[in-house]
């Protein structure tokens, strides 16, 4: 069990930069793959990218701009973004997937239902 704590949202002009912190409590956080979504008003909570133990991916619209990464010691995955623009905007959510043993520990979940647990939410506004 892991419980999710976002931080780092806020309001940033076009072009601008935010770093997204979510800290996880709870045993072996090496063992889920740490995924990012975002959702903006009246529209689907959309995968964004993750990074497994080995691995990371992202959605062609953010690919180049944002960048996905942990550290285990901390217990802490990160989602920096740059050039950031207004269709950016949206509330952005950090979750985790349990990587079962003897599955293949670089298996990166696309759909929000194979991930188990989830952070507050925390809100990036792009300004033009």
């Known amino acids: 069990q892991v419980q999710l704590v976002e931080s780092g949202g806020g309001l940033v002009q076009a072009g601008g930069s935010l770093r997204l912190s979510c800290a996880a409590s709870?045993?072996?956080?090496?063992?889920?793959?740490m995924g990012w979504f975002r959702q903006a008003p009246g529209e689907e909570r959309d995968f964004i990218g993750a990074?497994?133990?080995?691995?990371?991916y992202y959605v062609e619209s953010v690919k180049g701009r944002f960048t996905i990464s942990r550290d285990n010691a901390k217990n802490a995955v990160y989602l920096q973004m740059n050039s950031l623009k207004p269709e950016d905007t949206a509330v952005y959510y950090c979750?985790?997937?349990?990587?079962?043993?003897?599955?293949?520990?670089?298996?990166?979940?696309?759909?929000?239902?194979?991930?188990?647990?989830w952070g507050q939410g925390t809100q990036v506004t792009v300004s033009s």
């Open positions: 709870g045993r072996t956080f090496s063992s889920y793959t």
């Open positions: 979750a985790a997937h349990y990587v079962r043993r003897g599955h293949d520990t670089d298996y990166i979940p696309h759909d929000k239902y194979e991930y188990d647990y």
């Open positions: 990074i497994s133990h080995g691995a990371t």
